[in-house]
């Protein structure tokens, strides 16, 4: 189980910021971890700002909403850059669904933190095919604090950190969760694909 970095009493005085990433399968509760923290944070009357990229319109516009219907307001936008303009003076700032978002993101994320921002970010870890997620290394290895959550396996039940595709796209980003994808173990992941 994940436990969260130790916030000094201070922070709010030192500004001390710090990069957290939940990473992890689809169907592995990453966006309900995010929501976790970030309401947490919320309850304590942080200054909070959540971001999605523009692109993943799966469920609602404005929402970061995951599959259990966890709601949190959120700002669509369409650059990582846009991130750097819209974060003001928040102390806590929260990025879903990081993994579709251009390469400039590690540079902004690390910006953020290092302006004394607590980001926290979810995002996909590997593709369909089991390769990394571009930009999800640089990421990871930016961070201070990583949490890989796991889905359960569809196929045998064992923990499942592979997201199998059952349709024959080709394409990277093929949105629609659960007719689309099946969270898979390695053995099971692997073994249809042979
Ligand atoms: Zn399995």
Not at 36 to 58: C, G, H, M, W, Y
Request: aromatic share 8%; with cysteine; net charge neutral.
């Amino acid at each position: 189980m994940f436990i969260e970095p130790v916030i000094g009493n201070n922070t709010l005085k030192d500004k001390k910021g710090h990069i957290e990433v939940i990473c992890g399968s689809m169907f592995s509760g990453k966006t309900e971890e995010l929501i976790r923290r970030l309401n947490r944070a919320l309850i304590a009357k942080q200054k909070v700002e959540i971001f999605k990229p523009s692109l993943d319109t799966r469920y609602h516009d404005r929402d970061v909403v995951s599959h259990n219907e966890t709601v949190i307001r959120s700002t669509p936008v369409q650059f990582a850059d846009d991130i750097m303009l819209l974060a003001g003076d928040c102390d806590v700032v929260g990025i879903d669904e990081v993994q579709f978002f251009d390469k400039q993101i590690v540079h902004v994320a690390n910006k953020l933190a290092i302006a004394g921002k607590r980001v926290i970010m979810a995002g996909l870890d590997m593709d369909f095919e089991g390769k990394p997620f571009d930009p999800m290394p640089q990421l990871l290895a930016s961070a201070e604090y990583v949490t890989k959550v796991h889905a359960i396996c569809m196929k045998c039940g064992d923990l499942a950190s592979y997201s199998y595709r059952l349709t024959p796209a080709k394409e990277k980003v093929v949105l629609g969760e659960k007719d689309n994808y099946e969270a898979r173990c390695r053995t099971c992941f692997y073994e249809t694909k042979s």
